[in-house]
Nanobody, 121 residues
Framework: QVQLVESGGGLVQAGGSLRLSCAAS????????MGWYRQTPGKQRELVAV???????KYGDFVKGRFTINWGSAKNTMYLQMNSLKPEDTAVYYC???????????????YGPGTQVTVSS
């Protein structure tokens, strides 16, 4: 079993910054990628950012250079630095990881419980 624990959400004024962190633990052989998705009521979950095990990154179109995703200093950790936040960034942010739990096993995806980010105008 794999667990993802998120931290760093909260309330911030427009133009401010937040840093979201995620730590993966459990039966982890390797992680192919980790990232963040977000969702607001009535909308589909959308990609915010993802980082691959070769350090390549991908961002949602709406990010436009405001967010940066990186691996953390501890193994199996990752963080998202969000700057110039806008009210439309308000959402529940979910950590995601593609994990292989053993040699030759399939890659399964996991989500954390989510952390609320609220940006006031």
């Amino acid at each position: 079993q794999v667990q993802l624990v998120e931290s760093g959400g909260g309330l911030v004024q427009a133009g401010g910054s937040l840093r979201l962190s995620c730590a993966a633990s459990g039966d982890i052989f390797s992680i192919n990628k980790m990232g963040w998705y977000r969702q607001t009521p009535g909308k589909q979950r959308e990609l915010v950012a993802v980082i691959f095990n070769d350090d390549k990154t991908k961002y949602g179109d709406f990010v436009k250079g405001r967010f940066t995703i990186n691996w953390g200093s501890a193994k199996n950790t990752m963080y998202l630095q969000m700057n110039s936040l806008k009210p439309e960034d308000t959402a529940v942010y979910y950590c995601h990881a593609d994990v292989r739990t053993g040699w030759g096993s399939t890659v399964d995806d996991y989500y954390g419980p989510g952390t609320q980010v609220t940006v006031s105008s």
